[in-house]
């Protein structure tokens, strides 16, 4: 069973950039496909950018596209989320969740398709 740890979030001044680490142990993480989803207070947990297991197939949410950057690096482990011209609707809770995938094209987008979760790193972003 994989175990994954956010790290990196933080306070941050709108225009800001802040990258968040999700680190995994327990298992390698390159069989899995592994995506990035927030939860701010009173809403739900919405899909942020998923990385499937290439590194190369790669989407994002709409809000974030041109500013949020996803990569992997399996020899680490790890998956980063860059996150540039950060916004005060950025502010929420962010978690990495990974999912054991055959295909090394699919990319995962939905709560429902992953079975492992962080515990979740908060960004805030004032105005």
């Known amino acids: 069973q994989v175990q994954l740890v956010e790290s990196g979030g933080g306070l941050v001044q709108a225009g800001g950039s802040l990258r968040l680490s999700c680190a995994a142990s327990?298992?390698?993480?390159?069989?899995?496909?592994v995506g990035w989803f927030r939860q701010a207070p009173g809403k739900e947990r919405e899909f942020v950018a998923g990385i499937a297991r290439s590194g190369t197939n790669i989407r994002y949410a709409d809000s974030v596209k041109g500013r949020f950057t996803v990569s992997r690096d399996n020899a680490k482990n790890t998956v980063y989320l860059q996150m540039n011209s950060l916004k005060p609707e950025d502010t929420a809770v962010y978690f990495c969740?990974?999912?054991?995938?055959?295909?090394?094209?699919?990319?995962?987008?939905?709560?429902?398709?992953?079975?492992?979760w962080g515990q979740g790193t908060q960004v805030t972003v004032s105005s």
């Open positions: 327990g298992r390698a993480f390159s069989p899995y496909a």
């Open positions: 969740a990974a999912q054991a995938s055959s295909s090394y094209w699919l990319v995962i987008t939905t709560t429902s398709g992953y079975d492992h």
